[in-house]
């Protein structure tokens, strides 16, 4: 669906678009997720290879919106 999405909201020939696709995030949710707590605390650790796999390492949620709000601040 995700896919699908992106390929329509491409097609609308936006001025600008910018299609986020973080992998694992970090952070504190309200909702509870068992297997994605699980996998916050096994990578989370692993961050420090970040440098060798950056496409899967997990990347903290406040992060991605930084860089959200950076582009809509300062559009390219």
């Known amino acids: 669906i995700k896919g699908e999405i992106e390929l329509f909201a491409q097609s609308l020939k936006f001025e600008s678009?910018?299609?986020?696709?973080?992998s694992l995030l970090l952070g504190e949710r309200k909702e509870k997720r068992f297997l994605e707590a699980i996998a916050q605390?096994?990578?989370?650790?692993?961050?420090?290879?970040?440098?060798?796999?950056p496409?899967?390492?997990?990347?903290?949620?406040?992060?991605v919106?930084?860089?959200?709000?950076?582009?809509?601040r300062h559009p390219k």
Do not use: S
């Open 55 to 63: 496409r899967i390492m997990p990347i903290a949620a406040e992060t």
């Open 17 to 22: 678009l910018y299609i986020f696709r973080p």
């Open 41 to 53: 605390k096994v990578m989370g650790p692993l961050m420090l290879l970040d440098q060798y796999f």
């Open 65 to 72: 919106v930084e860089a959200m709000l950076k582009l809509v």
